[in-house]
């Protein structure tokens, strides 16, 4: 999975194209709250056919860990 998918996902999500987003951003600070959340994990099972549980998606703190649950899921998913 690439990370530019699932980083154009989050900015869609969020509203803020063009934002730039580095993996030790806060997913709090960059607007993700629990209706972004949803909306990134529904985008994510239709665009790259990744089920992202929404157990895992609560814990997260970084665009990292999120970056690293999409890439773990997918691998899962193989």
Same mark, same amino acid.
Do not use: H, K, N, W
């Given at each position: ?12 999500? =969020?509203?803020?194209? *063009? ?12 607007? !993700?709250? @629990?209706? #972004? ?14 089920? =992202?549980?929404?157990? *895992? ?12 649950? !999409?890439? @773990?899921? #997918?691998?899962?998913?193989?």
């Amino acid at each position: 999975m690439d990370d530019a998918v699932t980083l154009g996902i989050i900015r869609e999500a =969020v509203d803020a194209v *063009g934002m730039d987003l580095e993996r030790d951003d806060l997913l709090q600070d960059v607007g !993700v709250d @629990s209706i #972004a959340g949803y909306e990134i994990r529904l985008l994510v099972r239709e665009r790259c056919g990744v089920e =992202v549980p929404e157990e *895992g998606f609560e814990d997260l703190g970084s665009v990292g860990d999120l970056l690293d649950l !999409v890439r @773990s899921q #997918a691998a899962e998913a193989c």
